[in-house]
């Protein structure tokens, strides 16, 4: 089992910036993919970002550039700029391991205003 812990979701006015954070723990040694992803009421989850182990990343088109995900063996960030309304969401940590088996974090909330 891997345990997910996000945090640094909050209120922010466009064009600002914030940083999240997913701190892993439990079984980590066999972790592939770890990355965020995102949701708004009504709609599914979608992909944001992620990066393999060997720091490989993959972007949602809408990311344009303005986020950066990165990764350690315990932990992945993304930091995001240039916020706009649009990118308001419950966004999720999201890991994946051999097996395979996926894992969810409880979700941190992120509020852009106009």
């Known amino acids: 089992q891997v345990q997910l812990v996000e945090s640094g979701g909050g209120l922010v006015q466009a064009g600002g910036s914030l940083r999240l954070s997913c701190a892993a723990s439990?079984?980590?040694?066999?972790?592939?993919?770890m990355g965020w992803y995102r949701q708004v009421p009504g709609k599914g989850r979608e992909l944001v970002a992620n990066?393999?182990?060997?720091?490989r990343t993959n972007y949602a088109d809408f990311v344009k550039g303005r986020f950066t995900i990165s990764r350690d063996s315990a932990a992945v960030w993304l930091q995001m700029t240039g916020l706009e309304p649009g990118d308001t969401a419950v966004y999720y940590c999201h890991v994946v391991s051999y097996g395979p088996r996926a894992y969810w974090g409880q979700g941190t909330q992120v509020t852009v205003s106009s």
């Open positions: 439990g079984r980590l040694f066999d972790v592939y993919t």
């Open positions: 990066i393999y182990p060997d720091r």
